[in-house]
């Protein structure tokens, strides 16, 4: 499995931003799929994640009602529609891939795309 993220760049606060994380496994409509961010000098978080048939959204408190996470099975693309962004949103964005249920720890996804910077500036 092998994850590819895109859609990262630069924005100021209150704008929005697309990302997406094409999966390249032909079996992708049965993982779990996650996005975490990674800001420097913290710690990966959990942001969102969606169940294997899309039925199940989780979010972070902190950007839920901003963030909206998508999935196109038939596209093998997993999206992070981002809007009302915030400088706090900085960080490097991570899709990554599970074959079991809805889980937000990092440690519990199985597969990690490179990562894609989103910037936020005030």
């Known amino acids: 499995v092998q994850l590819q993220a895109s859609g990262g760049g630069s924005v100021q606060a209150g704008g929005s931003l697309r990302l997406s994380c094409a999966h390249s496994g032909r079996t992708f409509s049965s993982y779990t799929m996650g996005w975490f961010r990674q800001a420097p000098g913290k710690e990966r978080e959990f942001v969102a994640a969606?169940?294997?048939?899309?039925?199940?959204?989780y979010y972070a408190d902190s950007v839920r009602g901003r963030f909206t996470i998508s999935r196109d099975n038939a596209k093998n693309t997993v999206y992070l529609q981002m809007i009302g962004l915030k400088p706090e949103d900085t960080a490097v964005y991570y899709c990554?891939?599970?074959?079991?249920?809805?889980?937000?720890?990092?440690?519990?996804?199985?597969?990690w795309g490179q990562g894609t910077l989103v910037t936020v500036s005030s």
């Open positions: 990554a891939a599970r074959g079991g249920g809805v889980l937000v720890t990092p440690g519990s996804y199985d597969y």
């Open positions: 969606i169940s294997w048939i899309g039925g199940s959204l």
